[in-house]
């Protein structure tokens, strides 16, 4: 099949401008006359929701937590960035193109990656007109620090809480928008399929937490702003309620799923301490501004370190490897996050890791203690040495901290074109739940950028043209599409119910997390591929033989809600070994043994791999078939990554 991304013809700086002018308008009058059903309240739903509100549509708004504040946006810590260039140090829209780019190892559209840039500089404005307390500098103008991939101070930042106060800014946007009525909240409800009429998604069937009750929402357009899959793993960043479920079920209904494979590891987290654990605790990238990384020199001195016979400060400078300073003098610690994490690895591959697991590398503060004095190293990530304490009971302003890589975005997601529209008309997806901006690795800083991007400044004017075309008539919610697509949801949770097996559902749930991260994390082979392949498809027949789902439908069921979500995770887990077999290359984050640079670096088969891989699902235990978007590159010339 043909995949048309819809990008713009014409000069990059100009595509978007003529873009806009060429798509239709619904005039205020008639958008009173059209439903939008917007899944996910984090920052890509939020403003989607809030935006298409003020613009006169009727929304629908659904998240499965308590308030849309619980997103788990709020967990992006470190900043948000945009091209304002306040630092006069050489920033430009073309630059924060060219970074984002190069960042995702030159696996993502041109079109798509510099209208992100473009509309960066409107988001600040946005947020700060909203009341966002970004940081400010003396002059009086909002502060920027630099982050992974890139040679220039472009990201805004409040404190160690960006995503947090970014979020409060959306939602009382989006409260406003309540309380006019030109959006119904719907919490504590989630989304398990799409209703599809003649081709089109024309609403949703959910089910509410609280007790049970399966319902159908009908709507001209269905927006999908459900966040990434990183939980796939098990262990990871993600909140312990992050899933793929919405995604998922669209992609049995007909949407592409592209690029599953791709799977951001971010190098500075909180190491692993054991099986109790159900997730992992990100410290923010924007650490490494004033961090330094650093793994001992030897294994005899890293042994004693594992053994506390001797602490990290009594390590002599010279028994010190300040890795990535060595390795990338020009980027130092601020490489990309994936270039960071498969270092990181490397030192503990070596055995020179750190902490009692030997899986561990040393961010240290000592320099900048020393050069900026402890309270303005407190002043800019106070809240994160407070986090780490009360985590590891170690007192990062004496001890450097333990990091080490652990799951974190992912730059996979639902196809999507130019208009942020899946293969199936009339159903988009926003930020995380999408593939388009990011490649084969997202930079620091940069998801909050397209959540917000997407919401506030692409979906208003995209979603319009669409709507412009099918016009306002009414969906009737009495199709039989609707009644027939909520049978298969209650059939599907009556077998879940009906498992009565031995193991809990977090059982399977770890035990695919150890596949995943074995065979389809930092480092992968065919061999290692080939075998998770056929342990995950084990692992799903015994899920529906043996797992237990305990409880009735009509309650707040956490099992029930579990065991759904990890039987999609399950088949997600294949789709993404498949992605990874089939990508016989090394780029960002996607790192096969097989395919690397004489000094160990990623290694790109541009002439064989430069396309976007677009999954279609065929049926139930079917193989997928693969789609492939050829990315064309006429602006940016494709050359071997270096952060040297």
Same mark, same amino acid.
């Given at each position: ?52 509100a003020e ?72 947020c ?90 009908a ?75 650093w ?34 003098p ?24 750190v902490?009692?697991?030997?899986f ?60 942020l529209?899946?293969?199936v ?69 009556n ?17 695919l997390?150890h596949?995943?991260? !074995?065979? =389809? *994390?930092?480092?992968?082979?065919? &061999?290692?591929? +080939?075998k998770?392949?056929?342990?995950? #498809? @084990? ?14 439908n ?30 016989? !290359?090394? =780029? *960002?984050?996607?790192?096969?043994? &097989?395919?690397? +640079?004489?000094?160990?670096e990623?290694? #790109? @088969? ?9 999954w ?29």
């Amino acid at each position: 099949m043909s995949l048309d991304a819809k990008i713009p013809q014409g000069p990059l700086a100009e595509k978007w401008s003529k873009h806009k002018f060429n798509l239709k308008l619904v005039n205020p009058a008639n958008k009173r006359k059209y439903d939008v059903i917007v899944v996910g309240t984090g920052l890509a739903g939020a403003s989607a929701a809030a935006s298409l509100a003020e613009l006169g549509y009727n929304v629908k708004a659904f998240c499965f937590q308590d308030s849309p504040r619980r997103a788990h946006s709020i967990a992006a810590q470190g900043g948000i960035n945009a091209a304002k260039n306040y630092q006069n140090d050489g920033d430009s829209v073309y630059r924060l193109f060219y970074d984002t780019i190069k960042g995702g190892d030159y696996r993502a559209r041109e079109g798509n990656v510099y209208r992100l840039a473009e509309v960066s500089v409107n988001i600040i404005d946005q947020c700060v007109a909203q009341g966002v307390p970004f940081a400010r500098e003396y002059g009086g103008l909002l502060d920027n620090r630099s982050f992974g991939g890139s040679q220039v101070s472009r990201t805004f930042y409040a404190r160690g809480q960006t995503g947090q106060q970014l979020l409060l800014g959306a939602y009382s946007a989006l409260n406003r928008q309540i309380h006019l009525g030109k959006v119904k909240m719907y919490t504590r409800t989630e989304m398990l399929d799409v209703v599809t009429i003649d081709g089109e998604a024309k609403g949703i069937v959910t089910r509410n937490l609280i007790n049970g009750t399966i319902e159908t929402h009908a709507g001209h357009a269905v927006l999908l702003c459900t966040g990434g899959y990183g939980n796939v793993f098990y262990l990871s960043t993600n909140a312990m309620g992050s899933n793929v479920t919405a995604a998922w079920r669209a992609h049995k209904r007909g949407a592409f799923f592209a690029n599953p494979c791709y799977t951001q590891i971010h190098p500075t987290c909180i190491p692993v301490t054991g099986d109790h654990q159900s997730k992992l605790t990100l410290m923010s990238e924007s650490l490494r501004n004033d961090g330094r990384v650093w793994a001992p020199k030897t294994k005899e001195i890293a042994q004693k370190l594992r053994k506390k016979e001797i602490t990290a400060d009594q390590v002599k400078e010279d028994d010190r490897d300040y890795f990535l300073e060595r390795k990338y003098p020009s980027f130092g610690n601020l490489v990309p996050r994936d270039v960071a994490s498969r270092n990181a690895k490397e030192m503990a591959d070596e055995g020179r890791g750190v902490g009692a697991s030997g899986f561990a590398v040393f961010l240290d503060f000592a320099d900048a203690i020393h050069r900026l004095g402890k309270d303005a190293v407190a002043a800019k990530y106070g809240n994160l040495f407070d986090m780490y304490y009360q985590i590891t009971d170690e007192d990062p302003y004496k001890q450097p901290m333990r990091i080490y890589p652990a799951v974190h975005y992912t730059m996979g997601g639902l196809w999507v074109d130019y208009n942020l529209s899946t293969n199936v008309p009339g159903l988009y997806a926003l930020g995380e739940c999408n593939f388009s901006d990011h490649g084969a690795n997202r930079l620091g800083a940069s998801a909050l950028m397209q959540g917000l991007a997407d919401g506030y400044f692409v979906i208003p004017y995209t979603l319009g043209d669409y709507l412009a075309t099918i016009g306002p008539k009414p969906v009737d919610i009495k199709h039989p599409a609707f009644e027939k697509t909520k049978q298969e949801v209650i059939e599907k949770i009556n077998k879940l119910l009906s498992l009565k097996g031995t193991k809990t559902v977090d059982d399977y749930h770890r035990h695919l997390g150890h596949i995943m991260w !074995e065979y =389809c *994390g930092m480092a992968r082979t065919e &061999e290692g591929l +080939t075998k998770a392949k056929g342990l995950i #498809r @084990d692992l799903k027949a015994d899920f529906w033989k043996n797992v237990i789902v305990v409880g009735e439908n009509e309650e707040v069921n956490s099992s029930l809600e579990k065991a759904g979500r990890v039987a999609d995770f399950i088949e997600l887990g294949e789709l993404m070994v498949d992605d990874a077999l089939a990508r016989r !290359e090394s =780029c *960002g984050g996607h790192f096969r043994l &097989e395919s690397q +640079t004489p000094e160990g670096e990623a290694l #790109r @088969d541009d002439e064989n791999f430069a396309y976007v891989a677009a999954w279609e699902y065929t049926g139930d235990n079917q193989p997928e078939k693969l789609n492939k978007e050829v990315l064309d590159f006429e602006f940016v010339h494709l050359t071997q990554r270096s952060y040297k």
